[in-house]
Every structure is written in C-alpha cells, then in structure tokens.
C-alpha cells in the first residue's frame, strides 16, 4: 500500500480501525434546529428533562426485564408474559424520548453507566426477591416517571414546545399509567380457591 493511501488521500479498501477522535458535540448542548420555531434556551431545557425522563424510563425498562427472568411462584406464566410485554412498550417509549431529544438537537443519553448516574429510581439488589416486591419497585419506579411526566407536560406546553407536550402526555404518561393499573391489581388480596365467606357475612 502507498504512503498516499495509508494516510487517506485516495480511497482504500483497507479498514482503518482504532479511531479517535474529538466529539462533534458535546452532551448538554444542543445544535441549531433550523427547523424548529423554538429558542435555544427552550431546547436546552427541555431536552435536559427529557435526558432524565429517558435515564428513568431505560431503568424501568431494564427492571422490567429482570422481572421477567426472575419471576417465580403460582402466578409466574401470567407475570412471565406480562413483565415481558410492559418491557416492549418502555423500549418503544425510550427510543421516542431518545429521538425527541435529537430533533431537538441535543444528546441522548445512551450508555448504562450514564444512565445509572442520572436516574432517580431505586436500584434493585442482584438477586431473586418476591413477587410482591418486585411489583411494588415497579410500580415506585412509575410513579417517578408519572410525576415527572406531568410536571414536564405543563412546562413545555407553557414553553410552546407542543411538540414535547405531546409527546410525554400521549406516548409516556399514558403507557405508564395504562402499566401501573396492570401491576397494581396484582396486588390486590383476593383468594384463589375458596370466596370470603367471612367477609360476605361481614358486609351483610
């Protein structure tokens, strides 16, 4: 190969690996939305509490998938599928909030390191834990998305940004509620076998 093409003057069809270089971008900047009627400091804000709904909402996600590995007991097929469905519809959620925030032109938080820095949600320990419990650090962990997400909704839509308003009334806060509904009636403590007959009696 000539010296030429080792440098990268003429095209070559050798890889050129192990590459660094500067970032193009700094994380917590955004770029110039030419396309977006919106100010520089609106898009820095609301890309800064998107960046954290999506640190958030990657932890649930993740949650909710060692849920669904880790499940046992009687109700382990229904929960099995449920954790693995609710799994499904966060990673959608993630990848809106993610490209939200790059049309907004900023930087989606990406990596779990990161991610486990900024998020606010209780970390669970490594192993096994009851059903119950893994049901109620689930829906803990709904309830900081469902706070923020109203919160976050009014500001933006004061802000202008309708776009984000959207976006986390529709697709996060709804989905997040619709889920926390599902995992809640799980908890509820109703007998399997025999009715209350006690109860029934009670109520009389």
């Known amino acids: 190969m ?49 960046n954290q709904m999506l640190a958030d909402s990657m932890t649930l996600r993740d949650l909710y998938k060692k849920s669904h590995w880790q499940v046992a007991g009687p109700t382990f097929y229904q929960l099995h599928l449920l954790f693995d469905k609710h799994f499904d519809e966060q990673v959608e ?14 930087l989606a938080i990406a990596m779990a390191h990161d991610v486990a820095e900024t998020t606010r949600i209780e970390r669970p320990p490594k192993g096994r834990e009851e059903v119950p419990v893994q049901i109620s650090r689930l829906l803990d962990a709904h309830l900081v998305i469902i706070g923020h997400c109203r919160k976050l909704a009014d500001r933006a839509a004061k802000l202008g940004d309708q776009g984000t308003n959207d976006l986390v009334v529709s697709d996060v806060l709804r989905t997040n509620e619709l889920q926390s509904w599902f995992l809640s009636e799980h908890l509820v403590n109703e007998p399997l076998v025999y009715a209350d007959q006690e109860g029934s009696k009670a109520a009389d």
């Open 93 to 106: 959620i993630v990848d809106s909030i993610a490209e939200r925030i790059q049309l907004l032109g900023g």
């Open 2 to 50: 000539s010296k030429k093409s080792a440098s990268g003057s003429h095209p070559s069809a050798e890889p050129r690996v192990h590459q660094r270089a500067r970032e193009i971008q700094q994380f917590g900047t955004v770029t110039h939305a030419f396309s977006l009627d919106l100010e520089e400091p609106v898009r820095l804000e609301m890309t800064e509490q998107l």
